[in-house]
């Protein structure tokens, strides 16, 4: 992925507009879970004495404000109330559902006073789909094994902490059903997000689209989507993320 042209995208700098305004103005020391290529953590070192840009991978970013560690968010190496803010975006759509819970529970434990938290609103995770070519396992658009409302996130952080603010961003008309989605596993889902970074979720292998269909699987790509061509017409819009300020009770 570009993340020069995604980052300048319309729909991106609106949802970063909307995660800063869940922020406070100033706070002397912030975490970034999730830092990737340092777009937030560059963002909060703007009214931050100190972030610390933490990934999976050691992220890369020369600011002097920020320190760059490796680390995952359902084991932070951090003593409780560590941080006066810790912000987390793009990342619990890609835990493993077991852990999620524990994921969340660590944010709020290191958290001394506020956590903005950022995922796709009620994703429909059958569009998008790819099926990896090494072991022909269907995977989740872009890796995201978890879709959320603001229900069920705040049950995740009950009962350390409590929604204060929410908000939805963006909009899409995205529709499936059930029988197309199944009809696009027949063909090898073609349509699926492929150029994704994350590998896939089963074995580990950079996902590939497909390297030749047959006429069948051709049928079952043209039949899913007529199928799921009025459905974009007729559908209302539904947000693409829900961001959220939580308190620490």
């Known amino acids: 992925m570009d993340l020069t042209a995604y980052r300048a995208s319309e729909q991106e700098q609106l949802r970063t507009r909307d995660l800063l305004r869940l922020m406070p103005d100033v706070a002397p020391t912030a975490l970034d879970i999730g830092a990737r290529d340092g777009h ?126 929410s908000s939805y961003v963006g909009e899409h008309r995205h529709r499936t059903n059930a029988l197309s989605a199944w009809l696009l596993n027949v063909a090898g889902n073609p349509f699926g997000t492929y150029e994704q970074e994350e590998a896939c979720v089963h074995c580990g292998q950079v996902l590939q689209p497909p390297q030749g269909r047959s006429f069948l699987q051709k049928l079952c790509t043209r039949a899913a989507f007529l199928l799921d061509l009025p459905l974009g017409f007729i559908a209302s819009p539904t947000p693409r993320w829900i961001h959220i300020q939580l308190v620490k009770r």
């Open 40 to 165: 937030m953590s560059l963002l909060l070192a703007q009214r931050c004495d100190s972030v610390t840009a933490l990934d999976l991978s050691e992220p890369r970013i020369a600011h002097e404000k920020v320190k760059c560690v490796a680390g995952n968010v359902c084991a932070l190496e951090f003593a409780d109330n560590s941080f006066d803010l810790v912000v987390c975006t793009e990342v619990l759509e890609h835990i493993p559902t077991d852990q999620l819970q524990r994921a969340c529970a660590e944010i709020a434990r290191v958290t001394r006073k506020i956590a903005v938290i950022g995922v796709p609103c009620r994703q429909d995770l059958r569009i998008g789909k790819t099926t990896c070519l090494s072991c022909g396992k269907i995977n989740p658009p872009w890796g995201h094994v978890n879709s959320f409302d603001e229900a069920r996130l705040s049950r995740l952080f009950d009962p350390g902490m409590r929604i204060e603010q």
